[in-house]
């Protein structure tokens, strides 16, 4: 069964840094895009960074120039270097991997940004 298991969220005062990492479970996402979402109370899940199998990414408006998205050397696994962090940053944070189709997700992690 494939998983996605996410870790490095936690509480950060703003201006602070987190790195979010995410391993997959084989290699089945080794020539796929991976990437992180978000989704804050009362609103709904959006895209924050993704990056394919070559390196290419994309940023949300919101982040760009602050967070940084990375593949492992070994290809099953994302980061996200998150800078310069803001209350508005603050959600569950889910890693995302899309292979043959069908989407798969983490379990979430937390990241709040508070004083």
């Known amino acids: 069964q494939v998983q996605l298991v996410e870790s490095g969220g936690g509480l950060v005062q703003p201006g602070g840094s987190l790195r979010l990492s995410c391993v997959a479970s084989g290699s089945i996402f080794n020539r796929d895009p991976m990437g992180w979402y978000r989704q804050a109370p009362g609103k709904q899940r959006e895209l924050v960074a993704a990056?394919?199998?070559?390196?290419?990414?994309n940023y949300a408006d919101s982040v760009k120039a602050r967070f940084i998205i990375s593949r492992g050397v070994a290809k099953n696994m994302v980061h996200l270097q998150m800078n310069s962090l803001k209350p508005e940053d603050t959600a569950v944070y889910y890693c995302?991997?899309?292979?043959?189709?069908?989407?798969?997700w983490g379990q979430g992690t937390q990241v709040t940004v508070s004083s």
């Open positions: 990056v394919t199998s070559i390196g290419s990414t």
């Open positions: 995302n991997a899309v292979h043959a189709g069908v989407s798969y």
